[in-house]
T-cell receptor, first 109, second 113 residues
Framework: GDSVTQMEGPVTLSEEAFLTINCTYT??????LFWYVQYPGEGLQLLLKATKADDKGSNKGFEATYRKETTSFHLEKGSVQVSDSAVYFCALSGNQFYFGTGTSLTVIP | NAGVTQTPKFRILKIGQSMTLQCAQD?????MYWYRQDPGMGLKLIYY???????DKGEVPNGYNVSRSTTEDFPLRLELAAPSQTSVYFC????????????FGPGTRLTVT
């Protein structure tokens, strides 16, 4: 069946460092892919999405490219800020919605 | 727009008590979902609905019930609460399935003691 495998955390970075959070997926058909962010004490918010191969989703300096050949959707940001500290979830929408287990990011000044 | 709203925000239950977690959305979405999130874990789907009058089980339905009498509301019922149901519960909605994203409520933090 469909599934999402996400890089385990926690991840701790210094401010202005480069961020990569890996996400790979298994799916039949052509799923849509998402990154959600969860700030402490809040619900999940959509960060970005891509609906077909080679699409690049971007928002707030974060980017992810839908790579069908490597079944990946890695999240990247060139320069993280303290305010980016949160838990990030990769997700897949095929016949159902599947979430990864989440990666906790802490950015220190 | 209020989006997805959930009540209550917090609740403490004694073992064996029952309660209903409320969820409502004002976006006219057909699909609605209930998830639980345990500490340090991802989301597990409890139940979902693809329209009024239609519900189906997710990954962890035991100990819960749902109903969907209207498009807007999707309450989750806990019967005979157990400590294993201590969790944060999130309701979400989406216009349809793929490729649409889900919109989440703020969550209900439930403790069963």
């Amino acid at each position: 069946g469909d599934s999402v495998t996400q890089m385990e955390g926690p991840v701790t970075l210094s401010e202005e460092a480069f961020l990569t959070i890996n996400c790979t997926y298994t799916a039949t058909g052509y799923p849509s892919l998402f990154w959600y962010v969860q700030y402490p004490g809040e619900g999940l918010q959509l960060l970005l999405k891509a609906t077909k191969a080679d699409d690049k989703g971007s928002n707030k300096g974060f980017e992810a490219t839908y790579r069908k050949e490597t079944t990946s959707f890695h999240l990247e940001k060139g320069s993280v800020q303290v305010s980016d500290s949160a838990v990030y979830f990769c997700a897949l929408s095929g016949n159902q919605f599947y979430f990864g287990t989440g990666t906790s990011l802490t950015v220190i000044p | 727009n209020a989006g997805v709203t959930q009540t209550p925000k917090f609740r403490i239950l004694k073992i064996g008590q029952s309660m209903t977690l409320q969820c409502a959305q004002d976006m006219n979405h057909n699909y609605m979902y209930w998830y639980r999130q345990d500490p340090g874990m991802g989301l597990k789907l409890i139940y979902y609905s693809v329209g009024a009058g239609i519900t189906d089980k997710g990954e962890v339905p035991n100990g819960y019930n749902v109903s969907r009498s209207t498009t807007e509301d999707f309450p989750l019922r806990l019967e005979l609460a157990a400590p294993s149901q201590t969790s944060v519960y999130f309701c979400a909605s989406s216009p349809q399935g793929s490729p649409y994203e889900q919109y989440f409520g703020p969550g209900t933090r439930l403790t069963v003691t």
